[in-house]
């Protein structure tokens, strides 16, 4: 095999691949849509709003100035992007009344006061016009049903009194009425002598902790305008099976001279043992007392981080060591509880305290599966954190116990549906005669995706053990090593010990480069890397379900190509209104069969820093990048004089390559050949995924697509291009800002056959067609130890 070390490349757009959004043809009326129809739900809507009317002058007569809520039902065929528009100009009379979503189709609209209900009404009497709108047609006829909101009440009937309550205040996506919410409910729980106390989730997230709440006081509540939720106050629990060994291991030093990147651990603590107090960064930061605290769990990630290719023998992660932070936000659970609102506390102080340290591991989590369409509170917390704090958190995927009954497994637990975040399931590196899951196969307790709202997580798996039981339903392990608190061996298993080698590969990679941090890059490079084992023969929505985009490279294989390949780097922020249209793609001519046919492999990569809202439910992504790569035939000049037609170059005869429509369904089956490990082709549609991947192989093509998309001489481009949802657009329409979402595309080009020097012939093609390129920058330090290595 050549030497891989080739750096990976950065390039730009061009002025000229700049292109303007064009307009859409003429709007069709839907089959579900009609003047009757929405004459007659025109009628029932208003008799709901003007009850609600009735209300709000009571209200008033109270000097209660809460805004009532409504929850209207969507029609399931009115759920497209274009449809929540126009219910949107229905209630969106002087300001955005539209502010939240439940699940996938209900839709949460707030009344301030009389006069806004009454412009709803004159909306709503449109319908009765001769001839009414579009928009309004559309927008009633879309709306099923409609009814005042009632809170949610989330609450085991079982549980006792003096309980811990979490609840959540409607954000009203409006400053001063969120105030006027937040002082009348402290009030109200004054006046009950109801124990509370305001958390800080996110900036958006306006919630409560309530202490020692009665049956009575709970009645209270359930009958407080502008609560939105009330449910238990999640705790969390941490168990840890280890086997010890008094097994001899050579103790580490780091070596003088390298500046090592810092790794922050947020879990239970890291004991001062030999083979880690060497690595241990001078600061630290903790928020219980020695005796509260029971540093194993922190231990046995933090061994991991260090020793974990020396302990497995595996050249895994290519690592190189670290200093460690130690961040203590979880006591010994053995002594006393912690709960969600105290955990999110102590991780966004510890990381805004030290927020030069941008790798943070988080390995802990609940046992609380997520929900199909609801982000969990935590996950947007982390989200805020992240971006607030420009840092990347890897993040467990959560562990399972339902192999000991023979059960499926369960979904990956809140706060593992962090979308800004990395998060790790579980492979397995070995197999015993009673483990449950082949080796290189998911572990039989890492948990499974998807995430709310399809989103692909986990995102990536590492090693973390197998496990299964015996003949007399005992469980078996075939543990991963690490070190316990007391300096030993330690035989452990679980997505906790999984996810520190993620951490170590994302803080060696952010180490080498002498780049600006950026998450989404880091990100995206580890992402692009992986591959599925070949061990792993499953069709590609269970490899996604159970193990993500599959496992990553170590750091030096992630940066460096062979000369029968590139990969190139495109980072920018796609703005609403234009797309990016690359006609002279670089891609290699020398790629042409004897036959006449392009031929090799392509990897794409898409991560984005999408547009998050926290009130929108299962839709929560607000914003979404769709990429196309392919060929054309000529480039051809449009009319920019006729109406919608904004750019005056265009081209004929083009296919995206990275369609599923071109391939074999026969071919993608197959996964005797050494390219399964990679096939990576699925139909993301309208899906707002912030991270996307193709690996294609053109052998894989039909014949009849062959000839017309792959024949020589064919022309190549990149087309990337944003979608926003309708929440976000309205809102930064009321307040005059312009849409953005950044994001970073990777693009591999390998040669099969390893005919030519593809690295130089693309580097040359970027030149000839005026791109800005340059070699991703290594550390000099970096180089010297590579080069001598």
Request: aromatic share 8%.
């Amino acid at each position: 095999m050549a030497e891989k070390n080739l750096p990976v490349k950065f390039f730009q757009k061009r002025q000229k691949d700049e292109m303007d959004t064009e307009g859409g043809g003429e709007r069709k009326m839907p089959t579900w849509a009609s003047p009757a129809i929405a004459s007659q739900k025109s009628v029932y809507i208003r008799e709901v709003l003007q009850d609600v009317s009735v209300k709000l002058t009571n209200k008033v007569k109270q000097n209660n100035y809460i805004p009532s809520v409504l929850k209207l039902k969507v029609n399931e065929d009115a759920l497209a992007k274009s449809y929540r528009k126009e219910i949107g100009n229905l209630f969106n009379t002087t300001e955005l009344n539209i502010i939240g979503v439940n699940g996938v189709d209900e839709v949460l609209v707030k009344v301030d006061d009389v006069q806004d209900l009454l412009g709803m009404i004159r909306n709503f009497e449109k319908a009765n016009n001769a001839f009414p709108s579009y928009s309004t047609v559309v927008g009633i006829s879309a709306i099923s049903d409609i009814e005042e909101f009632k809170p949610e009440i989330a609450i085991d009937s079982n549980t006792e009194d003096d309980h811990i309550l979490k609840i959540k205040l409607f954000n009203y996506g409006n400053i001063e009425l969120d105030g006027i919410l937040a002082r009348m409910f402290e009030q109200f729980c004054n006046s009950r002598k109801i124990s509370f106390k305001r958390t800080v989730y996110s900036g958006e997230l306006n919630i409560y902790r309530v202490d020692a709440v009665t049956t009575d006081a709970l009645e209270f509540l359930k009958d407080f305008d502008g609560i939105q939720l009330i449910t238990e106050m999640p705790s969390y629990n941490l168990t840890l099976d280890e086997v010890i060994e008094d097994t001899a291991v050579e103790i580490k030093i780091p070596k003088a001279g390298v500046d090592y990147p810092i790794i922050g651990v947020l879990d239970t603590g890291i004991a001062n043992i030999p083979h880690l107090s060497p690595w241990l960064h001078q600061d630290n930061i903790t928020y219980y007392t020695d005796e509260d605290t029971n540093k194993k769990h922190g231990t046995g990630v933090a061994g991991i981080l260090i020793y974990g290719d020396i302990l497995e023998g595996v050249d895994y992660t290519g690592f190189e060591g670290c200093k460690l932070f130690e961040a203590v936000v979880t006591p010994d659970l053995a002594r006393q509880k912690i709960y969600e609102s105290e955990l999110i506390e102590q991780i966004r102080d510890a990381i805004s305290r030290y927020d030069h340290i941008k790798i943070w591991n988080l390995s802990l989590g609940t046992d609380q599966e997520v929900d199909l369409s609801e982000f969990s509170d935590f996950a947007k917390a982390l989200d805020e954190i992240q971006e607030q704090h420009d840092v990347l958190i890897c993040k467990s995927a959560g562990n399972c116990d339902n192999f000991k009954i023979h059960a499926p497994k369960r979904r990956i637990t809140k706060s593992a549906d962090t979308v800004r975040g990395l998060v790790v399931g579980s492979l397995t590196h070995d197999q015993s005669q009673t483990d449950h899951a082949g080796k290189h196969h998911p572990s039989p307790f890492s948990r499974t995706g998807p995430g709310p709202a399809h989103l692909i997580k986990p995102d990536i798996v590492h090693m973390g053990g197998n496990a299964g039981t015996d003949a007399r339903n005992n469980v078996t392990i075939s543990p991963v090593k690490s070190f316990s608190s007391d300096g030993r061996l330690a035989k452990i298993i679980g997505t906790s010990f999984s996810t520190p080698r993620i951490s170590a590969i994302a803080a060696g990679l952010n180490s080498m480069l002498n780049e600006r941090f950026n998450p989404t890059l880091i990100k995206a490079l580890i992402i692009h890397s992986a591959k599925y084992p070949p061990e792993m023969k499953m069709a590609i929505s269970d490899k996604i379900n159970a193990v993500g985009f599959g496992m990553p490279s170590n750091i030096s294989d992630i940066l460096f190509n062979e000369p029968n390949e590139i990969t190139l780097i495109l980072q920018d922020t796609l703005e609403k209104g234009n797309f990016i249209d690359i006609l002279d793609f670089p891609f290699p001519q020398s790629m042409v069969d004897e036959d006449g046919y392009f031929y090799g492999e392509i990897t794409v990569t898409l991560v984005t820093a999408p547009i998050l809202e926290v009130s929108q439910g299962a839709e929560y992504c607000q914003s979404n990048i769709d990429v196309m790569l392919g060929t054309y035939d000529e480039k051809t000049e449009r009319d920019t004089s006729k109406p919608q037609i904004k750019n005056p170059i265009g081209a004929d005869g083009r296919q995206n390559i990275l369609s599923s429509s071109v391939y074999s369904k026969r071919a993608g089956k197959n996964m005797d050949v050494p390219f399964a490990a990679e096939r990576m082709l699925i139909s993301y549609g309208d899906k707002y995924q912030p991270v996307k991947k193709w690996c294609v192989n053109f052998q894989e093509f039909t014949e009849s697509n062959k000839e017309k998309f792959l024949k020589a001489p064919k022309n190549w481009y990149l087309k990337i291009k944003g979608l926003y949802r309708d929440f976000s657009e309205s809102k930064a329409e009321i307040n005059k800002v312009t849409l953005a979402q950044d994001f970073c595309l990777i693009i591999s080009i390998k040669d099969t056959k390893r005919r030519g020097n593809i690295y130089n012939e693309v580097t040359q093609l970027l030149d000839n067609f005026s791109f800005i390129h340059s070699n991703v920058k290594i550390k000099e330090e970096v180089r010297l130890r590579l080069n001598n290595g």
